[in-house]
Structures are given as structure tokens and as C-alpha cells.
């Protein structure tokens, strides 16, 4: 006490007594404050040297909180990335971590169904009359069809015509309708191939004088396809691996196949016969071969690399 009475005596001076005590106050408020802000920055820094906490602050109160702490091991985060970086679990990340390959498959199979595509055609003074005759004609020939067992369904008419015919005068340069010809087409489909030379020959008989072609499908058409496809797969799978083998990486799962372009109407191929119908009379039947039919698959495959 006497050491503090004479600090302030000290303070004082020669002032008056009452401005003296005014400013022995305020040094002593500035004092206060300047320690308490120290004890707080003290605080934080001793919270913050303890790991990540929460810092409540209420007046001169300092209030630790601290986080939770996750589980997982440093070591489980440093596995957790390793795997995320692996590229066999990043498919189709990277465009150098794939392989495209194409791949075309050829299967043979042996043609079992026909479509023969003939007519009849016939001519007269005016359109009444050749058409007439024309009908006449068809129906014999759509007749003889259904007598070999061929249904209505497979005979389809594909053309009918009616036009002209013109004769020129060399010395007026005049040209006159002489005649009118009509023609009628049926396309008759799904005919067994052992069938098809005696459908032509009856057909023969029957009338029709034009014939514009055969062509062969295969009732089997897509379980042929299917083992083409099949086929078409492991050759990628083998040009794949050959590709990755020559790079020095592994082929991994496939990440994309595409179906390509394929002709199913497998037209094989076509035989024309032309007949006048006086000169059918004991015609010997038509060798009808169909020869053999190519099945085509056609893919493309994005392969994964690692």
C-alpha cells in the first residue's frame, strides 16, 4: 500500500490533485484492457497449438469445442485414393486407356425359299380387247399356282401397264396407234426351292411369256446371323488382345459394341427365262440352282485398357 501511494505521488507531480487522480485512472483503464487482451490472444493460441477447435468468445469467457475426429486412418484415405486413381476402376476415363477394333464375320448357309417374279403379256386392236386376253391369262396363271399348293397370300401383283403401241409412216412422218399391249406381273414368294422348276414350268403352260428373275432367301436367316455375330466378336476379341499385347497393356471388359450395317434381303442371285406360250409343249422343267448364301455381321468394339 505504501508503494502504491507513492507511485501515485510519483504520477502526480506538481499537478492539481483532482487531474492527477483523472489520469492515474486512465492509464490504470488502459492497463486493464491492454491485459485482458492478452490473456484472451493467450487463449486462442494455446486452443489452436491443441488441434482444430471451435472458439466461442463471450466477453473475457473463452469456450473450447473441439471437432470430431474422423475414423478413418490416414492410411485408409492414402489406400481410398491409390484405388480411385487405378484406372481398371476408371472405365472410359481416358481415350488412352481404350481400343477400337472392327471385326466382319462371314457364315455360308443353303438357300430353301424362292421368289420368282414373272408375267403375262398380251396385245390387241384397241385396250378392251388386249386386256381382256391379259385377264384371261392371269387368271389361268394364278389357278395353275393355287393347284401347286401356292396360297393366294404369296402371289402378289408388283405391276400392271397399259400402253401404246405405234406405227410410222416414212413417207408422211405420221405416227398411229396400231395396237394396245398389256402386262400384268406377279411375284410369288416363300416357294421351296425343290419346287420352284415345276411352279415355272406349270406357270409356262399356263401362260405367262416373261420372266424377270429368281432370287433366294434362307428361312434360317437369323439363327444364321446370330452365329456371324457370334463369330463376329471373337475375331475383335483376338484382334483386341493382339493390339494390347503389342502395346505392353492388358485388355480389360468391353466398354461399348456397335452393330453394323447388314443386307438381310440376301438377294444371291437371279435366272431369267424367257417362253412363248405356243412354243410350251413338252418343255422339260428349268434346272433351278441356288447355289449358297453368305450371312455378313458386321460390329465395332471399344475395348478398356489397363
Request: proline fraction near 3%.
Amino acid at each position: 500500500m505504501l508503494q502504491t501511494d507513492e507511485l501515485r505521488k510519483q504520477s502526480m507531480g506538481n499537478n492539481s490533485p483532482v487531474l492527477e487522480e483523472e489520469q492515474y485512472m486512465r492509464r490504470m483503464n488502459r492497463n486493464i484492457t491492454r491485459l485482458t487482451a492478452a490473456v484472451i490472444t493467450a487463449a486462442a493460441l494455446s486452443a489452436c497449438s491443441q488441434g482444430p477447435k471451435e472458439m466461442a468468445l463471450t466477453g473475457t469467457q473463452v469456450e473450447e469445442t473441439r471437432e470430431t475426429v474422423p475414423a478413418t486412418t490416414m492410411a485408409e484415405e492414402l489406400e481410398e485414393k491409390k484405388e480411385l486413381k487405378d484406372p481398371a476402376t476408371l472405365q472410359g476415363a481416358s481415350i488412352d486407356d481404350q481400343i477400337t477394333v472392327n471385326a466382319v464375320s462371314h457364315v455360308t448357309g443353303v438357300p430353301d425359299k424362292a421368289t420368282l417374279t414373272f408375267g403375262v403379256m398380251t396385245s390387241g386392236d384397241n385396250v378392251k380387247a388386249a386386256q381382256d386376253e391379259n385377264s384371261n391369262e392371269s387368271k389361268k396363271i394364278i389357278d395353275t399356282l393355287n393347284a401347286l399348293n401356292v396360297e393366294n397370300k404369296n402371289i402378289k401383283t408388283t405391276d400392271y401397264s397399259i400402253y401404246p403401241n405405234y406405227t410410222y409412216d416414212n413417207d408422211t412422218g405420221a405416227s398411229t396407234i396400231s395396237s394396245y399391249t398389256v402386262n400384268t406381273t406377279l411375284t410369288v414368294s416363300d416357294i421351296p426351292v425343290e419346287d420352284s422348276a415345276s411352279v415355272i414350268s406349270g406357270c409356262v403352260e399356263a401362260g405367262i411369256n416373261n420372266m424377270t428373275g429368281i432370287t433366294y432367301t434362307c428361312s434360317n436367316y437369323d439363327t444364321l446371323y446370330e452365329q456371324a455375330l457370334t463369330a463376329a466378336v471373337a475375331e475383335a476379341q483376338g484382334k483386341a488382345q493382339a493390339l494390347a499385347d503389342a502395346s505392353g497393356r492388358t485388355l480389360g471388359a468391353v466398354e461399348h459394341i456397335q452393330e453394323g450395317y447388314s443386307d438381310d434381303g440376301i438377294a444371291y442371285g437371279s435366272a431369267k427365262l424367257e417362253a412363248a406360250a405356243s412354243d410350251t409343249s413338252g418343255q422339260a422343267e428349268p434346272q433351278i440352282l441356288p447355289g449358297s448364301a453368305v450371312v455378313t455381321a458386321n460390329i465395332t468394339v471399344t475395348y478398356h485398357l489397363r
